[in-house]
């Protein structure tokens, strides 16, 4: 493989085609960009223990192109569950532990009660879903291919159920909101 370094690039018209075989990068390029956006009426269990159940309608697949970039995640997530429930994120099913980006509030540690996102307080949980905004990120590690996905558990000892883009008394009618979730996951390349 060879290498050019360029100070700068000049080009007729603005436009600089580079083939798919060839590799662009410098500190902060975005290398890649997923999303998913689903309307699915699910329904997850956050459990007592454990660490958090994935929402799997919310799933991205990214396979690094660098094993130095950062991979930042966010998430825009609407649905109804009691308040007492924690978020956390998993890698491949898994609970990301890392020291450096850990899935939890790091001064709590990997306890039921700690984690990225904590579900709104609200005494309604028949009506009106809550709006949740996660954001995470990670080294990539390596250029292996992972799904991550936003996981839901109980902060106390009492189980509870996310219901997905829609209340828990209906899946559809005048003031029982319905609505969607997003998901990015963006490579940023660092040396």
């Known amino acids: 493989m ?3 370094t360029l100070a700068s690039i000049n080009t ?5 085609t ?8 410098y500190d902060g390029f975005v290398s890649q960009f997923k999303s998913i956006q689903t309307s699915a009426k699910t329904t997850y269990s956050a459990a007592v223990s454990g660490n958090g159940t994935a929402v799997t309608d919310l799933n991205i697949t990214i396979t690094p192109k660098f094993a130095t970039s950062l991979i930042i995640l ?8 009691h308040y007492n429930t924690s978020w956390t994120v998993l890698q491949d ?5 890392n020291v450096a980006y850990p899935a939890y509030n790091r001064e709590l540690g990997n306890v039921r009660y700690s984690g990225l996102m904590a ?4 005494l309604n949980e028949s009506s009106t879903p809550f709006n949740g905004y996660l954001q995470y990120a990670v080294i990539a590690g390596s250029t292996a291919s992972r799904t991550y996905a936003p996981a839901v558990r109980a ?8 219901y997905l883009h829609r209340t828990i008394a ?3 009618a005048d003031n029982q909101e319905q609505s969607v979730s997003t998901g990015q996951a963006m490579e940023i390349y660092r040396r």
């Open 170 to 172: 209906s899946t559809g």
């Open 74 to 81: 966010t998430w825009m997530i609407n649905g109804e569950m």
């Open 155 to 162: 902060s106390g000892a009492t189980a509870y159920t996310l």
């Open 93 to 97: 099913g898994a609970l990301i532990t």
């Open 18 to 25: 580079i083939p798919s075989t060839t590799s662009f990068k």
């Open 2 to 4: 060879s290498a050019l």
């Open 12 to 16: 007729l018209g603005g436009v600089l």
């Open 119 to 122: 579900t709104t307080y609200d």
